[in-house]
């Protein structure tokens, strides 16, 4: 007799108790397109398809049992080391077709909101400098899953989904089949994984230049090389050792200053001084990253990458001093910027508009229109006036990214191609356009930003 099939799921995740209803008796390939999310995928070996579960989206990946498993675990033990990676939701096993054919175990994780596959981004028109950013964001990540001893393996801009951080690049690992943990990675482990990665990411935009859809002026081997420098320098910021005479003390603070502001607390740092006294050597032991998003988080419940918290928080102390709040409670003063100046930027945005970004990353943009506005106006512009400025002219012309390409009239076969989408999903892709106001997802958004807000 064939086994049953059997749901292993976090309780935690609300959407797993929809999980049964799923069509577990055909294989991913063959399910209804009703059931699918036309998403942004990447390339990959297994089949994977996004799927609306309850008032979620969440990936399932076909694999052996083995790997599902092990998958699975990974993806558990990262999350409570606080890497960033996607949330895994459940194992599926025990699946057999109608006929008693024995269909591959599944992975489910939830569908990272506003992440873009790289393939998807080269999609769009850029700035010359994306790859670069790209490979920026994929180091600060490798650095953080060795601190956490994860050694990735198959490092590369395909298992890592990215999304926006003010300007910048936030990178997810998304893959972790091929990962291992240790207590500590030794110094070969980590040169391999960086070795790694720079042979991928060179393949990966040598295969986007061949497509045509690289800047000639972006040469992949070179951009692939600065992963190593990249990686290596920021290794040496977090956990390397250093010497000063006793007298300079401030070397400390300066030290873990520099820390903060690549985002990263510092929990204990490790000092010593010679047999004389003379010279203090010190290490940080334990460095914690996400230390902007953390203290917006606890400020004000906005959830926000680490740059896009590094914005807000500036712009929250600016106003804290503007409006002479410095001997205030900080959260109080807080939740007033809250009141008074995010929200009402949030706000102004069209419902129709919400999902083209998230609110962090609209508010960034804001700050970033007043700027240019007032430059150009030699006059201070009012933020609220920036806001609706920066609706009119800019975002109104960005494609959604929420659900980037739901309209297939963004993309022809070959771009769908390219970021992994089956063209046969296409006549799902019109079904709900990006601005329909009916569109129940609308409604999700809605609902997200007033949690957050
Ligand atoms: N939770 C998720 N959220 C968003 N996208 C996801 C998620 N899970 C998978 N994807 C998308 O599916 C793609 C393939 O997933 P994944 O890399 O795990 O498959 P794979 O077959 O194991 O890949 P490989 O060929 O490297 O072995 C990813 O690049 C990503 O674009
Ligand atoms: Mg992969």
């Not at 007032?374 to 800019?394: G, H, N």
């Not at 009916?438 to 930003?449: A, F, K, N, T, Y």
Request: hydrophobic share 40%; charged share 25%.
């Amino acid at each position: 007799m064939a086994p049953p099939l059997q749901i292993t799921a976090l309780t935690a995740e609300r959407s797993a108790l929809a999980l049964p209803d799923l069509p577990w008796d055909a294989p991913l390939s063959r399910w209804p397109a009703e059931t699918l999310a036309a998403l942004p995928r990447g390339i990959s070996r297994h089949v994977v398809r996004f799927v609306r579960l309850a008032d979620a989206v969440v990936a399932v990946k076909e694999n052996t049992e083995e790997l599902v498993r092990r998958e699975y675990g990974l993806l558990r033990v990262l999350r409570r080391l606080d890497v960033p990676c996607v949330v895994p939701v459940a194992v599926v096993t025990g699946r057999t077709a109608p006929d008693g054919e024995p269909l591959d175990p599944a992975l489910v994780t939830q569908h990272l909101q506003f992440s873009l596959p790289y393939r998807a981004l080269f999609s769009q028109s850029l700035r010359p400098d994306t790859a670069t950013r790209l490979v920026d964001a994929l180091a600060v990540l490798l650095v953080r899953l060795h601190l956490a001893g994860f050694y990735w393996g198959d490092v590369s801009l395909s298992n890592t989904l990215f999304r926006r951080d003010a300007g910048e690049f936030a990178a997810y690992l998304v893959d972790a089949e091929t990962g291992e943990l240790h207590n500590e990675l030794s110094d070969g482990q980590r040169s391999n994984d960086v070795e790694v990665a720079r042979i991928n990411i060179a393949g990966e935009l040598m295969d986007l230049e061949a497509a045509e859809y690289l800047d000639e002026s972006v040469d992949p081997v070179e951009v692939a090389n600065s992963i190593v420098e990249r990686y290596h320098s920021l290794w040496e910021e977090l956990t390397g050792l250093e010497s000063f005479e006793q007298g300079e003390r401030w070397r400390v603070q300066a030290r873990i200053e520099r820390l903060n502001e690549l985002g990263f607390d510092v929990g204990e740092l490790a000092i010593s001084t010679d047999v004389g006294g003379s010279v203090v050597q010190i290490q940080p032991k334990v460095v914690d990253a996400g230390h902007h998003s953390r203290r917006l988080l606890r400020l004000t419940g906005i959830d926000a990458e680490n740059n896009q918290a590094r914005r807000l928080l500036n712009d929250m102390d600016g106003y804290i001093a503007a409006t002479d709040r410095q001997n205030d409670d900080e959260e109080i003063a807080a939740h007033d910027w809250l009141a008074q100046v995010f929200d009402p930027v949030v706000r102004a945005v069209p419902r129709r508009m919400r999902r083209k970004l998230e609110p962090a990353e609209i508010f960034h943009e804001v700050l970033e229109h007043r700027w240019y506005r007032s430059q150009e106006a030699q006059r201070d512009i009012p933020l609220l006036e920036a806001a609706q400025a920066y609706v009119d002219e800019v975002l109104s012309q960005r494609p959604d990214e929420q659900a980037v390409i739901l309209q297939t009239g963004l993309m022809d076969t070959g771009q769908m191609a390219a970021v992994g989408m089956d063209p046969d999903e296409a006549p799902l892709l019109g079904a709900s356009g990006p601005d329909d106001p009916d569109d129940p997802e609308s409604d999700r958004i809605d609902g997200w930003l007033s949690s957050h807000g």
